[in-house]
C-alpha cells in the first residue's frame, strides 16, 4: 500500500456497545474530522464456535433472535444512543457502519486492511490480574499485530465512587 493510501483511509472504530465503545467513537469522530478522513464503525459479533448462537436480547415473542439480527439491532441502538448524547459531534451522523462474524481482533485486522483504514480507535476496559489472564485482551492483540497506529480510549470514571 502506497503512503498516499493510507493518508485517505478511514479511521476504523471496532465497538462492543460499551461506555468505552462510546468514548472512542467520539475521540475517533474528532480524529476523523481533523484528518478530513471517513468514520467507519464496525462490530464483530464472536464467531459462534466460540460464542453459540444467539446475543442476549429476546424476540417479539420471547424467543430469540439469530446472533447477526440481533447484533445489527444493538449496533443501531448503540449509534442512536451516541447520536442523542452527542449531538455535537457531526461526523457520527454520516459514517458508514459494518457487522461481521468472526474472532474479533482478527476480523479488526482484516477490516481495517480490506478498507485501507488510516489507524484503529477502540476502547477498551483495561483489565488487569487474574481478569485478564482469562478473558484476554482483543485490544491488547489488535495493538500487537495492527501494521497502522492504534489508539485505545477509555471511557471516564464516575466520580465520587458512583456507579
Not at 83 to 88: F, G, S, V
Request: charged content about 25%.
Amino acid at each position: 500500500m502506497a503512503d498516499n493510501e493510507i493518508c485517505s483511509g478511514p479511521v476504523l472504530v471496532p465497538v462492543d456497545f460499551s461506555s468505552h465503545s462510546a468514548a472512542a467513537l467520539c475521540w475517533a469522530a474528532e480524529a476523523a474530522r481533523r484528518f478530513d478522513a471517513p468514520l467507519r464503525v464496525l462490530h464483530v459479533v464472536h464467531d459462534p464456535g466460540a460464542a453459540p448462537g444467539y446475543y442476549s436480547k429476546a424476540g417479539g415473542e420471547g424467543h430469540l433472535r439469530r446472533l447477526e439480527e440481533s447484533a445489527e439491532e444493538m449496533l443501531a441502538e448503540f449509534l442512536g444512543r451516541v447520536r442523542r448524547e452527542h449531538p455535537e459531534i457531526d461526523d457520527v451522523k454520516e459514517l458508514r457502519s459494518e457487522l461481521v462474524v468472526g474472532l474479533p481482533a482478527n476480523r479488526i485486522l482484516e477490516v481495517a486492511k480490506r478498507s485501507g483504514a488510516r489507524m484503529i480507535v477502540m476502547g477498551s476496559r483495561g483489565r488487569t490480574g487474574l481478569s485478564h489472564l482469562l478473558l484476554g485482551s482483543k485490544a491488547e492483540r489488535v495493538v500487537q499485530l495492527s501494521p497502522i497506529p492504534v489508539t485505545i480510549v477509555k471511557a471516564e470514571l464516575p466520580q465520587d465512587g458512583a456507579a
